[in-house]
């Protein structure tokens, strides 16, 4: 478990939880669920001596649950958010983003993760409970201590510590969305690679169960975003009933919270978005696929029906000479079986020329 103090420009971790709230700022406690289960008492007790009000034993039992899908819900004391990290690649380093096989495809689908983050916002306490291994809050805290110790003109004109707990809540929602983008390229590659390989002539897909593998991986992506916005939608909604501000600075603050909140409600949508369409691409490649076998079945059985064409009538010819009569035009002659060969020859040439000009056979019938 961490604890760190954000004040202002000052932003330090603590070595265990205070005995008492800081006059200035917020307080935030990351613990991996692991940590939060086994050591919830304390945190509840240290709520209560911070004046902010205990949790819930259902919110409790939310945050500890490794199955939840994103959602929200809120008490009169403090708000909880759930949110699913959007399929965060953990072997990254076993996948190469430049390779493009079936095997990476797989690879890249198995290393899809989808851990629940749990936020309990109170009004001077941000609650976070994370998977053991989840680079979220390493990555933020990281962050905002080389922020807090860097020189004024270092930290740039963007880059400037969280003014309350919500805005920290949000901030690390927005990053673990923010996060599928290495994923979809990922994704959007492999995907690609399949395509090719369906759409390949020369090529025999078999492996079907990997496509099945990401259609049910673009499935899952699509549930769990649909998830994500009806969780943020609600917190947009449940803070346009929050009570009206008296100060203006704390009305700026809030009126900063719905820009926010609105712009992770849209890179949301926008992941929504980009998954519907890999899933659009997926199914459009498998019915090109079955089109693609269609047409050139048709060709093949196009080809095979002009070349019985043309050997059907040199058929009838030598079946019509090998009749056994004594008395038969061209049998008696020595010029006989010469003529009947070059009158066959004719008319095979004269046939497939033909079908050739129709675009029966050859390379012309795939045109």
């Known amino acids: 478990m961490r604890v760190f103090h954000v004040a202002a420009e000052?932003?330090?971790?603590?070595?265990?939880?205070?005995a008492q709230l800081p006059a200035q700022g917020f307080l935030w406690v990351g613990s991996a669920r692991r940590e939060f289960e086994v050591g919830h008492a304390d945190v509840q007790a240290a709520l209560e001596r911070w004046g902010q009000g205990t949790l819930v034993e259902l919110?409790?039992?939310?945050?500890?649950n490794n199955q939840l899908p994103s959602h929200y819900d809120y008490t009169s004391w403090y708000d909880l958010m759930v949110f699913r990290r959007l399929a965060t690649v953990n072997a990254g380093a076993a996948v190469d983003p430049l390779a493009s096989t079936a095997a990476q495809a797989r690879r890249v689908l198995q290393s899809i993760?989808?851990?629940?983050v749990g936020f309990a916002v109170f009004d001077r306490v941000l609650l976070t409970v994370h998977p053991t291994d989840c680079a979220v809050r390493e990555h933020f805290a990281s962050r905002y201590l080389g922020l807090a110790t860097a020189a004024?003109?270092?930290r740039g004109t963007t880059s400037r510590l969280p003014t309350s707990a919500a805005d920290l809540m949000l901030r690390m929602v927005n990053h673990m969305v923010d996060g599928y983008l290495e994923l979809r390229r990922l994704l959007t590659r492999q995907l690609g690679t399949l395509q090719q390989e369906l759409l390949d002539p020369k090529s025999r897909f078999a492996d079907w169960s990997l496509l099945l593998d990401s259609r049910n991986a673009l499935h899952l992506l699509e549930d769990i975003c649909e998830d994500q916005r009806a969780a943020v939608q609600e917190w947009i909604d449940a803070m346009d009933e929050w009570p009206a501000e008296d100060d203006a600075a704390r009305r700026r603050e809030r009126e900063l919270l719905r820009v926010r909140s609105r712009d992770v409600l849209e890179h949301v949508e926008r992941v929504l978005q980009h998954v519907r369409r890999l899933e659009?691409?997926?199914?459009s490649a498998v019915q090109m696929h079955f089109s693609a076998l269609s047409h050139r079945t048709n060709d093949i059985m196009r080809t095979l029906t002009a070349l019985t064409a043309v050997f059907l009538p040199l058929n009838l010819i030598t079946g019509f000479f090998g009749m056994n009569f004594e008395f038969m035009?061209?049998?008696h002659t020595h010029l006989g079986f010469w003529l009947a060969v070059l009158m066959m020859a004719l008319l095979g040439v004269g046939l497939a020329f033909y079908f050739r000009s129709r675009h029966y056979l050859g390379a012309a019938s795939r045109r």
Do not use: N
Not at 10 to 18: K, N, S, V
Not at 113 to 116: G, K, L, M
């Open 329 to 331: 035009p061209l049998i």
């Open 113 to 116: 993760d989808t851990s629940p």
């Open 280 to 283: 659009a691409s997926a199914e």
């Open 10 to 18: 000052r932003f330090e971790e603590l070595g265990a939880l205070p």
């Open 152 to 154: 004024p003109e270092q």
């Open 59 to 64: 919110h409790v039992s939310d945050l500890v």
